[in-house]
């Protein structure tokens, strides 16, 4: 014992149970004297010093420790001891293992929360540097990732140790590693969800914290921050949760606190504006705020947190009208607390001002709120009743509804907060509790009960994880473990929280309308007087005790259950909810409101719940939420109650650190292993420091040679069945070795990865070099290349200098003598001329003598001439006369032969047509005789005897005179012959069939062009007269006899002129060697003629491209191309050629065939352009006069029928496109190939114009685009087209890439179309952007024709909002606008079916077998659900001609193109059972139209079953009953062998052609007759010697043609069963095809079925 008294020993005393750090100040004569480092002095005889007593202080208790867990001496009063060192030295944190211990200084510490702070602890684990609260913060930030699951920080301690303040640090560190992590530049270094988050903290201190005698900021409520942290490591929202506000302290303190913060900085910062506003003064004036006679604070300046709350408020968006409702909403409650009563009936209000005041800030009615507050409204049976209340009753009237104000406004700006800061939640969470803490004042009331029942909840928290739940732990894992005791706390929360416990006994009580505070007293004293944490008071007063685990507590139970049932009566809510404020009505809109009734009466579901209970239940769901996170403790300290800076109270901290358990969690960290991590996680995370080291094959082995490696004594960690325990030191190693590895290796990556970019760059950086040099290397060649061409062209100039300059004077000397000798002959040539003029002029004058004598004589010759002639007419027409009756004899036999075939044979017909031609032969030569009589007769001797006169009568060289002699040269020579064989030689042949007569196109008047009548005249006249040619209308209508009278034989002057006349002229001709037959002789084609019901293929010939009828004589001789007869064309749109056969057929038609044909055809008489098509289009267009009203005037415009709509413009529509572009200029210097101007382009047919505006004016250029050779889409240019010509390129640039293309697709098919395309491209170019006005043909009521005498042809358009009418030029172009406009509203049905399609096509008639020619009918089509008619009009009671019913088997081929090249028609050909229609159109849309329209009329039939189909579907159901499958096959002799042909398909097999050309090459027909045909040779094989070509062509069909594999089976299995003689030769060579084919190709699924039935059935028999 005698070291311990030498003095200045540090030991420790142990007095009263504690120990305290002392010194031995001195030692003599036996006494020793010890002075405590608190200042106590204590003197011991040195004889009564024990070790008990006295024991030595070790050297870390004397120098202090960081981690109290490496403290030696370990017992409190080294603990404190261990604080107090670190208080005075100003570190006010120390760790105890992970948890840190906070002594508040009191005080700010420079440069302990700086900048450079945040930065440090942000680079360091908790350990490496000196404690700090940033460490804790770091470390629970890195456990995000490291743990994988959420953290928290629970700060405790008591009222004033600095929670709040701890609070606040963490929230600023953990910001500042959110802005680190987002990378962001220094000008968004603060994120808005941050900012908002620090912002918080201010107004919640404002509105939520207040002085008390402990603590100058007490949070007077409590708080829980969730920050959300996302995977990259930034905040990204957050929520604050309150907890249990004080709101009793709006209305009272206790002496010496203030009310909460905001009153006093409102009316220190507010504006005078505003203060005036408000009716604010200071805060002596309020009694709510005078009351407790403290309303300053030295350490608090109101002003500036006045600023700071309007700054914060601004942060988080609130706007200046809530915060301005706020401050009004402040200021009424202060000013309602001024309001006083006074007795008088009752209370009364005894100032009106404060009323006034508060009535108006809170936009109330003073009269209503005054009787709210001195009366009490009931309804009782549905009366309202008044009560005067008491002046006291009135005070709390007034308070609950100020103290309703405050909290409704306080759980706004929280919800405020919560919108400002919201944000997502996909990652992890941390967690920052900060509490009220412990309270024991002088009166506590329930206010404090709830706030030391929250504080036992998390001592409770804080034993089981860091006491209970360790050790269950170090238990299950088999740890060498040494139990340490605790104190738990649980039976205080017991008596608290079980059933029957203080809060169950509030709750229930407030339950009770009769309740009082003193039955609660006597419940709680009845209940819980036995229970040792239950203190009783010896004396009767209105108190009762708790011991809490940090010492006991005295509550006062008067205004407990009126607090706890938060009653707020009904007529107030009503009142503040009439508010004329949205702000204050907005507050107590959703307020819950609660009447007297509201007691056990009411179930337990209905009733309101009271303020401890729903304090409870949040507590426990906070409980929850911490349960379920990775916990970081912060115990505050407060180091003295006086609030002052450098006390360090010993008896105040040792009390804290007693009943916090402060000595056991040392004791538990110093022993304890912290840090448990599971085998694979472990080996997982530092697996990267064993790659040196051997190690076994389990987890467990390979952790512990680990382990070993940096803690060779075990001490620091253990390892238990299924974990690693770590203490935090050497987890700390762990982390630093595992961030020094994963750093090499990432400096390692890192240098690769520079590495490569570095020889990336080098690799470019040596590029451009080379390229530098190349470039350089040929500038300085080509330098010195061009100083040499330099000089050689300078010797070279001086060369050719010299030598031009001799050449020049050899040339000029050599000029100078060519131009004497030019001078010499000029003047020798004009005296010549001289000469000769004057012999001319003499001549001259002789020759016109002679002239005038010779035009005398022929005058006279020709006057005889003419009356020669005029004597030869009588015969000649006699002659013409006999001509044309020889013609009808045969027009009448013909008729007659056609009567008498219909009743004869096949060998009577042959008889007939035999005798038929021998009288048409015979009737062909009187004719021809009668001809050559008539050409004979006529005497051409006197006609060439006048023109031999007239010959000589002129002189030699006039070119009329040996014209003439050159005709009659050849009219001497031989007979003249006449030649029908070639149109008119103004008339041009029609190639098409039954094409549109171009000459009418332009005319808007079908007489122009010899159609005087337009509904009966077909035949084509002269403009003079139709009668001066007999011949002209042969074919059309029998010719008068007057007309035979006015044939002429034109005088050699004439017969010149004819050359040239016009289309209406007729031409005479002169005939030469008459003969009967022409030697290229064609069949005549009859017209059209339909009687019979799908009749029209009989074979009377084919229409014929041409536009001419030759006529033929019986010699075989032809006419004379030199002279040509006008024949009038049937239509002008068809032809008829004669032949000697093609004559007979002519003549076949009877009179009644003729006036069906004509009437049939009269349409295309008078058709104009495309207007009268032999289809109905979709597209129509013409000029037509329009007015719009009674009031307007006509006016012509040209309308257009397009895509259903009627649209007219003010002029045709010519242009394809027109439109802005960019032309390149195409000048020959450098300077104009660069100039872009900006030109109007038209294009117009394949002409593509380019002006200088839009007026059109000045035409600057036009471009052939049909002779362009390409049409480029330019992509170097931005919208820029190349037009590609032979010459030269134009290059073009579009304003809009819209505009490009659509010219470039324009130019591009103008490019590549015919000039009959590009027609039709204009035709359809009708933009209804340019048009005067449109109209929707759906829109139209109705379309008639109108009676106006003015205005003939004339038509009215109505809707439902105007009236157009129209004047067409043609009563035929009427009737076709009305047809047209009236499609859409006319009848959709047709004889009752609705039809589908309908319109004008030509279909195909047959020819006999000696035509070749196509032969086209045209017929009105309608396409209804189930068949396909035509009729001979469009009219409504046509007749109709043909029907062509559709099912499933029909098919539809689609229009060929090649056939188009052909024939110049579009064409659809649609099979049916017995008959096919081949039809035609000249537009491909119509054609596949009408396509489409059939195939999808026989896609919608329902399949076609035959009756061998059928019974193999009942042989197929009925497989298993052998006798009703063998009465099938009895009953119908379909399925058995036969004798008979068989006449259709036994399945089902579509009707037409087959299409393939490869099949059909091979002479395949349809499906329908190759089925038939197969059955024949299977027929056949039973007589054949050699059936073998039989049995291929079988196999080979069924190779060839698919669908017809089924039907071979089929009828296989038909001959092959019930055969009458199975042995038979025929039936042999079957079943070899049955075997063929089942080596070859196998049936459908259906029939192979089928077909093992058969064999199996074959097998059993």
Known sequence: MDNFFTEGSRVWLRENGQHYPSTVHSCAEGVVVFRTDYGQVFTYKQSTITHQKVTAMHQTSVESVEDMAALVDLHEGSIMHNLFQRYQQNKIYTYIGSIVASVNPYKAIPGLYDRTAVEQYSKHHMGEIPPHIFAVANECYRCLWKRHDNQCVLISGESGAGKTESTKLILKFLSAMSQHSLELSCKEKTSCVEQAILESSPIMEAFGNAKTVYNNNSSRFGKFVQLNICQKGNIQGGRIVDYLLEKNRVVRQNPGERNYHIFYALLAGIEEEEKDAFYLSVPEHYHYLNQSGCVADKTINDKDSFKEVITAMDVMQFSKEEVREVLRLLAGILHLGNIEFITAGGAQVSFKTALGRSAELLGLDSTQLTEALTQRSMILRGEEILTPLSVQQAVDSRDSVAMALYSQCFAWVIKKINSRIRGKEDFKSIGILDIFGFENFEVNRFEQFNINYANEKLQEYFNKHIFSLEQLEYSREGLVWKDIDWTDNGECLDLIEKKLGLLALINEESHFPQATDCTLLEKLHSQHANNSFYVKPRVAVHNFGVKHYAGEVQYDVRGILEKNRDTFRDDLLNLLRESRLDFIYDLFEHVSSRNNQDTLKCGSKHRKPTVSLQFKDSLHSLMATLSSSNPFFVRCIKPNTQKMPDHFDQTVVLNQLHYSGMLETVRIRRAGFPVRRQFQDFYKRYKVLMRNLTVPEDLKGKCAVLLHRYDSTSTEWQLGKNKVFLRESLENKLEKQREVEVTKAAMIIRAHVLGYVARKHYKKVLYYVVVIQKNYRAFLLRRKFLHLRKAAITFQKQLRGQIARRVYRQLLEEKRRQEEERRRKEEEERERERQRQEAERLAQQAEEERKQQELAAIQKAQKEAELKQELEKQKENKQVEEILRLEKEIEDLQRMKEQQELSLTEASLQRLQQLRDEELKRLEDEACRAAQEFLESLNFDEIDECVRNIERSLSVGSG???????????????????????????????????????????????????????????????????????????????????????????????????????????????????????????????????????????????????????????????????????????????????????????????????????????????????????????????????????????????CVLKDETFLWFRSKQEALKQGWLHKKGGGSSTLSRRNWK?????????????????????????????????????????????????????????????????????????????????????????????????????????????????????????????????????????????????????????????????????????????????????????????????????????????????????????????????????????????????????????????????????????????????????????????????????????????????????????????????????????????????????????????????????????????????????????????????????????WQILTCMSCTFLPSRGILKYLKFHLKRLLKS
């Open 1238 to 1630: 900006k030109r109007w382009f038209v294009l117009r047919q394949s002409r593509l114009m380019y002006f200088e505006n839009d007026s059109e004016e000045k035409l600057k250029g036009t471009i052939q685009i049909r002779t362009a050779r390409e049409i480029v889409d330019n992509t170097g240019k931005e919208n820029g087209i190349d037009i590609v010509m032979a010459d030269r390129i134009y290059h073009l640039i579009a304003d809009s890439p819209e505009d490009a293309s659509q010219w470039f697709s324009v130019l591009s098919q103008v490019n590549a179309s015919t000039e009959q395309e590009i027609q039709e491209m204009h035709d359809e170019q009708a933009n209804p952007q340019n048009a005067v006005g449109t109209l929707d043909v759906g829109l139209i009521d109705s379309v008639c024709a109108s009676d106006n005498p003015d205005r003939p042809n004339s038509f009215v358009i109505i809707t439902a909002n105007r009236v157009l009418h129209c004047n067409a030029d043609t009563p035929e172009e009427m009737h076709h606008w009305i047809t047209l406009l009236q499609r859409s509203k006319g009848d959709t049905r047709v004889e009752g079916q609705e039809f589908i399609v309908r319109g004008w096509l030509h279909k195909e008639v047959k020819n006999s077998p000696k035509m070749s020619s196509l032969k086209l009918k045209k017929r009105w089509f309608v396409l209804t659900h189930n068949s396909l008619d035509y009729y001979k009009s469009s009219e409504k009671n046509a007749l109709k001609l043909g029907t062509l019913v559709l099912n499933s088997l029909c098919s539809v081929v689609p229009p060929d193109e090649k056939i188009f090249k052909e024939t110049g028609y579009w064409n659809v050909t649609v099979y049916g059972r017995k008959h096919c229609y081949r039809l035609y159109t000249k537009l491909l849309n119509e054609a596949t139209r009408w396509s489409s329209a059939i195939q999808n009329v026989t896609d919608t039939k329902a399949p076609i079953d035959t009756p061998t189909q059928q019974l193999i579907q009942d042989i197929k159901e009925n497989c298993l009953n052998s006798e009703v499958v063998e009465q099938i096959y009895k009953r119908n002799p379909i399925l058995r062998y036969t004798h008979h042909p068989l006449h259709s398909p036994l399945l089902p097999l579509p009707y037409g052609d087959i299409n393939l050309n490869l099949l059909k090459d091979k002479g395949y027909t349809t499906l329908q007759d190759e089925a038939i045909k197969i059955f024949n040779s299977l027929q056949q094989l039973e007589s054949m010697s050699d059936p073998i070509p039989i049995i291929q062509g079988i196999l080979q069909t069924g190779h060839d043609l698919r669908p017809l594999r089924d039907e071979l089976y089929c009828q296989l299995i038909k001959q092959t069963n019930k055969v009458p003689n199975p042995g038979s030769v025929g039936n042999l060579y079957s």
């Open 960 to 1198: 009329y005179s040996a014209k003439l002699s050159e005709l009659t040269g050849n009219a001497c020579s031989e007979k003249p012959n006449f030649n029908f064989s070639q149109p008119y030689p103004e008339e041009e042949v029609d190639e098409g069939f039954e094409a549109d007569d171009d000459a009418f196109k332009d005319s808007p008047n079908p007489s122009e062009h010899g159609h005087s009548d337009q509904r009966t005249s077909g035949i084509r006249t002269s403009d003079d007269s139709s009668e001066e040619d007999p011949y002209m209308n042969d074919t059309v209508v029998p010719t008068s006899p007057a007309a035979s009278n006015t044939m002429l034989i034109a005088s050699g002057h004439d017969s010149l002129s004819l050359h040239n006349s016009s289309s209406g002229e007729s031409t005479y001709c002169m005939p030469e060697n008459v003969s009967c037959r022409p030697q290229n002789s064609e069949e005549l084609i009859s017209p059209d003629g339909d009687y019979d019901y799908d009749q029209d293929d009989y074979e009377d010939g084919a229409i014929t491209s041409g536009s001419s009828v030759t006529f033929s004589n019986s010699h075989s001789s032809q006419w004379s191309p030199d002279y040509r007869c006008s024949v009038g064309t049937y239509n002008s749109s068809g032809a008829y050629r004669f032949s000697s056969e093609g004559a007979q057929s002519s003549f076949e038609d009877s009179e009644e065939d003729f006036d069906s044909r004509f009437d049939t055809d009269d349409e295309l008489s008078y058709r104009r352009d495309s207007v009268y098509s032999c289809v109905s289009l979709p597209y129509f267009h013409s000029f037509l006069y329009m007015k719009g009203g009674l009031m307007n005037t006509w006016k012509r415009r040209w």
